[in-house]
């Protein structure tokens, strides 16, 4: 037998119908925030996530799948969305139209980090991206968007982190103070962090080593150095948090795994997930835009990770697994013929309506109803077809009535009205 990949996996019926769920909601909720949805293509030019996410990140460093196609051009699979929405956002000079563009995508991103729980080399993201607004009240309305998910879907164990990661003024002042705290403790950091320690110091805060993780123990924060301008666009970010009761922490090691981050930053993390904790994550990115070619417009995006939603919820799951509303039983080749137009035109009435084909025994086709979680059971037989009826069944009650043959599909959607769109 041809196994899965590791860290691939399917999503099977009995689980689908909770992603689809979380997706329908996420979905309302962005498009009654004026978002429209974007989809983009999963290979993209490696150049776009390298010069994007940055080329000392892990994700890019260790984690891309990426290959030479015929001509020789290097393609990678995505690993995040916001770099190809921005890359469409130039490309197709949406800034033209309108430099606020509010869009919203999900799909699958890939990976090649060690697999775990909660950790595959395929997951799946809802991602939101505002280009064009400079305003604090954006960083919080994508806050307010994501917390508003988590308040649909009911969870009440999370925490939102958030931390401020300055701009380009006063960034390398910080970057220079870590880099000497980082030089004093250098034994100390892995081969990796010493490297990068040099280079791209704020990357030794999502080093996953442990010696690595206790030498930043009194490392200086950012938050500290701020100018006046990211002080002043945090406070007011912390503001609306407040206004909209929003409860956040401060989390001043919070640096996010991508370079393109500007000023705010977040996180929505969950302690019931382990290890693999976070479920969101975004921030403001004020200078990709233009990094990547195009007009120097900012941005603020977030992603949410539907694997770690849809575990939180797994418990939930059988709950929206649809049921027919209806299960015919039908016994012999004339009953069987009936039943199968009555079917067909059930369905075509909004009915969730089942039926063994096969003409198995009563006894078995009650008990493919029975596990169908039909509510009500058609029964139809020889004798019921000499009698011009057919026998209603309400499989909650026990209840037993009949209908004439001809009067059949009205009595059902009669019967059934209300359930129908459920
Ligand atoms: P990131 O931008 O890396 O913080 O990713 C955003 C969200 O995607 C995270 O908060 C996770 O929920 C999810 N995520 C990231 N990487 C993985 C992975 N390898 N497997 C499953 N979910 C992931």
């Not at 030479?68 to 197709?92: C, G, Q």
């Not at 057919?390 to 009949?402: F, I, L």
């Amino acid at each position: 037998m041809i196994q899965l990949v590791r860290g691939f996996k399917d999503i099977l019926p009995g689980e689908i119908e909770l992603w689809q769920y979380i997706e329908d909601v996420m979905r309302g909720i962005c498009e009654d925030f004026g978002f429209s949805q974007i989809r983009t293509p999963i290979l993209e030019r490696t150049e776009l996530f390298s010069r994007g996410i940055g080329a000392t990140t892990d994700i890019v460093e260790k984690e891309m799948y990426t290959f030479a196609d015929l001509k020789n051009a290097s393609l990678s699979m995505r690993p995040e969305a916001t770099a190809s929405v921005v890359r469409a956002y130039i490309e197709h000079k949406m800034y033209a139209r309108n430099p606020v563009q509010k869009l919203y995508s999900m799909g699958p991103m890939f990976r090649r980090e060690r697999p775990q729980k909660g950790r595959y080399r395929q997951f799946y993201q809802i991602n939101a991206e505002v280009f064009g607004l400079h305003s604090p009240k954006i960083d919080a309305e994508l806050i307010l968007i994501l917390m508003t998910l988590m308040d649909k879907l009911s969870f009440s164990d999370i925490i939102l982190n958030v931390n401020s990661l300055g701009c380009e003024k006063c960034r390398p002042a910080f970057k220079e103070k870590l880099q000497t705290y980082l030089n004093e403790r250098i034994e100390t950091l892995c081969p990796d962090c010493r490297r990068r320690s040099a280079i791209n110091p704020l990357r030794v805060f999502d080093c996953k080593v442990s010696s690595c993780q206790e030498s930043l123990e009194g490392a200086p924060t950012i938050v500290d150095l701020l100018c006046e301008e990211c002080q002043n666009h945090f406070s007011a970010v912390l503001d609306f948090l407040d206004r909209f009761q929003i409860p956040y922490q401060l989390n001043p090691r919070l640096v996010r795994g991508l370079d393109y981050y500007t000023r705010t930053a977040f996180e929505v993390l969950a302690s019931r997930l382990g290890a693999q904790n976070a479920v969101a994550g975004g921030g403001r990115y004020d200078g990709l835009v233009k990094a990547l070619g195009g007009p120097a417009q900012p941005g603020v995006g977030f992603a949410i990770g539907l694997d770690r939603l849809a575990s939180l919820l797994s418990d939930r799951a059988p709950g929206f697994v649809k049921r027919p509303n209806v299960f015919i039983a039908a016994l012999g080749s004339r009953a069987q013929d009936r039943a199968f137009v009555w079917l067909q035109t059930l369905r075509f009435e909004g009915i969730r309506t089942e039926m063994d084909v096969e003409d198995r025994s009563l006894k078995s086709q009650m008990r493919q109803a029975d596990k169908s979680g039909a509510s009500y059971v058609l029964i139809v037989g020889e004798r019921e077809l000499e009698e011009g009826v057919a026998v209603w069944r309400d499989m909650s009650t026990k209840e037993q009535k009949t209908v004439p043959l001809e009067e059949v599909v009205t009595f059902v959607k009669k019967n059934v009205a209300g359930s129908a769109s459920d």
